[in-house]
């Protein structure tokens, strides 16, 4: 007996170790027993769970031509008979076709995503509708219905209603003949970017005869709008042949594989708009290049040659710009979140801003130059202490050669912000020059020679009257200042100094013929005898 009850204590420690485990510690008094483990619920291994589940997952099956596994996700209960005698893989087929044919969308915004479906419409809550189709004898509703499912699931269907409509929805959505005659010669097995293959045979037979069309009717316009002599005829004939004639192809393209239904893959890669931002790039680019024609011939008809310089890196970043912000709206129409991107984008534009502060500053500098024109090549101009004429106005600085024939290169933004006086821009240019006299000149004397110059200043066509004007300004420590003003008819340095040196020598004459001295700055000592009754002068410099 004791030997027995040796080998039973072991076997019934063992078998009370549990229950001793779970009893309370007496060191630890507030201990909770360690809860159980949950197993998890059952789930569907056709993803049924939900309205949107479950037509995701039926149209991947279908896209893959899985016809078993689609005819899955359709309720084939209680069906008439000649409906179920079709069996549920060619009525998933018909099905898949209707779908594609009227683009019904499979989104949160009309497919719920929750396993209790939607709870706000006026069906039962064991239904969802799916979509409307429009048809000859009005909309019909396209159902989903929650119904029992393996281990005691409750899972998603297209109700057995909708079911029942398909042979009908199919008959009246079936294509013309001569498409059907296509696609029975190309029985398709596999899609191509989300197409089948007698698609993709109709689509490049468009294609075909669309393309041509286009740039035909591109031509005719752009000899509308334009002639081949023209500067800007290869800007508009590419325009309205390239990207134009794309678009209005694109859109006929479009249209056409709408008509011809577009899958679920299909709707994913066209949603996304690849071609439509290429080709709105490219107008705008096409555009740019068109402006930037015009204002260059305009710039050339004026004379302006050198502003056509700017018009291509201002051209240039517009289209960066351009070219990003459709690579930012193609990332989005992907579903690409561009929130991060943008973020980076302006952080980036901050570093290469502050990095490039001095050229965007000249490049704008030379903006304001040639927008506002204070200067233009060839011009004469004064900047400061320089004088002398302009040229080449460049992206970052001007360049203008000296009267000593040196070359000064000023920053386009220090000449922009700066006084400028343009000495070519005037109409007329002042000649007035001070006539220093001795002062042993006569009252008679100089009354005689100020009216002298003036008539010979009426008499010279090249001088214009209502400004002439000969007055005795002022007496000097050493001289009689006479002041002349007066303007020259003309704009050209040239003639103007051809001018100056004819009416200085028409003064030498006519103060030579009065007696009248030019004061050399020296001063004059008057020295008079007593022994003479006139009043003689003698010059003495000390």
Not at 3 to 13: D, V, Y
Not at 44 to 63: C, G
Not at 182 to 187: G, K, L, W
Request: charged share 20%; proline share 6%; aromatic share 8%.
């Amino acid at each position: 007996m004791k030997r027995l009850l040796l080998c039973l204590l072991p076997a019934l420690f063992v078998l009370c170790a549990p229950a001793f485990g779970q009893l309370p510690s007496a060191t630890s008094p507030n201990s909770q027993p360690a809860p159980a483990e949950i197993e998890p619920a059952p789930t569907d291994p056709l993803n049924r769970e939900t309205p949107a589940s479950s037509m995701r997952a039926f149209l991947e099956a279908a896209e893959r031509f899985d016809w078993p596994r689609a005819a899955n996700y359709l309720d084939l209960r209680n069906l008439p008979s000649e409906v179920s005698r079709m069996g549920g893989e060619e009525l998933a087929e018909q099905f898949y076709f209707i779908l594609s044919r009227r683009q019904v969308n499979i989104s949160e915004d009309s497919v719920s995503d929750q396993p209790g479906g939607q709870t706000v419409d006026d069906l039962p809550d064991y239904r969802d509708e799916l979509a409307r189709v429009r048809t000859q004898d009005g909309d019909v509703k396209l159902l989903l219905q929650r119904v029992p499912g393996p281990e005691g699931l409750r899972i998603w269907k297209v109700s057995n209603a909708t079911v029942a409509d398909i042979p009908m929805l199919y008959e009246e959505f079936s294509y013309p003949a001569w498409i059907e005659r296509i696609r029975a010669a190309f029985p398709y097995q596999h899609l191509i970017l989300g197409f089948e293959l007698y698609k993709w045979i109709i689509l490049l037979i468009a294609a075909t005869a669309l393309i041509p069309l286009a740039l035909l009717l591109g031509y005719l316009l752009a000899r509308l709008f334009s002639e081949p002599s023209a500067g800007t005829w290869p800007e508009v004939r590419r325009l309205f042949m390239g990207p134009l004639a794309g678009l209005a192809v694109l859109l006929c393209m479009n249209n056409l594989a709408l008509e011809l239904g577009v899958g679920y893959t299909a709707a994913k890669l066209m949603q996304a708009n690849t071609l439509m931002t290429v080709l709105f790039v490219w107008l705008i680019w096409c555009l740019i290049d068109l402006w930037r024609a015009r204002r260059r011939d305009r710039y050339e008809a004026e004379g302006r040659t050198d502003a056509a310089i700017l018009g291509r890196p201002v051209a240039n970043a517009i289209k960066l710009i351009t070219l990003v912000v459709g690579l930012l709206f193609w990332l989005a129409s992907a579903g690409v979140d561009i929130s991060a991107l943008l973020a980076g984008l302006g952080i980036g534009g901050i570093a290469v801003a502050l990095a490039l502060q001095k050229p965007i500053e000249d490049l704008f500098g030379a903006v304001s130059i040639y927008s506002q024109q204070p200067i233009s090549t060839g011009d004469l101009c004064r900047y400061g202490d320089s004088v002398g004429r302009v040229e080449e106005i460049g992206l970052r600085t001007t360049r203008i050669r000296t009267l000593s024939n040196s070359v000064v290169s000023v920053p386009n933004a220090t000449l922009a912000s700066g006084i400028i006086e343009n000495l070519t821009a005037r109409t007329k240019i002042m000649y007035q020059p001070d006539l220093p006299l001795r002062y042993d000149t006569s009252r008679t004397q100089l009354t005689q020679t100020l009216k002298e110059l003036e008539e010979m200043l009426h008499a010279d066509a090249r001088i214009e009257d209502e400004t002439i004007r000969v007055r005795l300004r002022e007496f000097s420590h050493n001289a009689i200042i006479v002041r002349i003003r007066a303007f020259a008819l003309t704009q050209s340095i040239d003639s103007y100094l051809e001018i100056v040196q004819d009416l200085n020598l028409e003064i030498m004459r006519i103060m030579d013929s009065n007696g009248v001295r030019f004061s050399q700055g020296a001063q004059t000592l008057f020295i008079k005898n007593s022994e003479e009754e006139a009043n003689p002068f003698q010059d003495a410099s000390r």
